[in-house]
T-cell receptor, first 112, second 115 residues
């Protein structure tokens, strides 16, 4: 079945450093979504990428979808302690049902 | 605006006891609804999804079941809990698709510990 590999599993950074998490698929994706889960909380939708080579920005967060639509990245510039949490990518495999397969997530910790 | 409720927030149950977790959505009609489980420090596993009343699809065979008795109500059940059923159970709903894009919203979750 379809799988999505997400790396790294953990990332520890000093506040102010940049952070990047990557998702890779062996098959071409129709779209990819990114979620953030704060410690003790539930996943919160961040963004969806649909087009080949698409780049979207949300303040310090930059999301990219690869030209071949097989990989994606989330980059955070100048991390802050509020960025702490686990970042998941998710891909649609269920057609009209919109069922998602989630990556295992990257857990980000930020040292002040 | 749409909101999604789950209860209880936390639950401690002995092995072999029954389970009933409830999820309700407000502010939308005929949503696609989902049950996920997240083991400690792990990713999200889709358990069940429903596209309408009485319509349930199971993604992973196990001792859990789901029901959708009303349009905006989704229930996760078990007749006899196993230790391996411990985890964080999340209900979610999905917006309609516009230009190939949609969003999925999660409820606050139920933390289940089976002892």
């Amino acid at each position: 079945g379809q799988q999505v590999m997400q790396i790294p599993q953990y990332q520890h950074v000093q506040e102010g450093e940049d952070f990047t998490t990557y998702c890779n698929s062996s098959t071409t994706l129709s779209n990819i979504q990114w979620y953030k889960q704060r410690p003790g909380g539930h996943p919160v939708f961040l963004i969806q990428l649909v087009k080949s080579g698409e780049v979207k920005k949300q303040k310090r967060l930059t999301f990219q979808f690869g030209e071949a639509k097989k990989n994606s990245s989330l980059h955070i510039t100048a991390t802050q302690t509020t960025d702490v949490g686990t970042y998941f990518c998710a891909v649609n495999y269920g057609g009209s049902q919109g069922n998602l397969i989630f990556g295992k997530g990257t857990k980000l910790s930020v040292k002040p | 605006s749409q909101t999604i409720h789950q209860w209880p927030a936390t639950l401690v149950q002995p092995v072999g006891s029954p389970l009933s977790l409830e999820c309700t959505v407000e502010g939308t009609s005929n949503p696609n609804l989902y049950w996920y489980r997240q083991a400690a420090g792990r990713g999200l596993q889709l358990l069940f999804y429903s596209v309408g009343i009485g319509q349930i699809s199971s993604e992973v065979p196990q001792n859990l079941s789901a029901s959708r008795p009303q349009d905006r109500q989704f229930i996760l059940s078990s007749k006899k809990l196993l230790l391996s059923d411990s985890g964080f159970y999340l209900c979610a709903w999905r917006t309609g698709e516009i230009a190939g894009e949609y969003e999925q919203y999660f409820g606050p979750g139920t933390r289940l510990t089976v002892t």
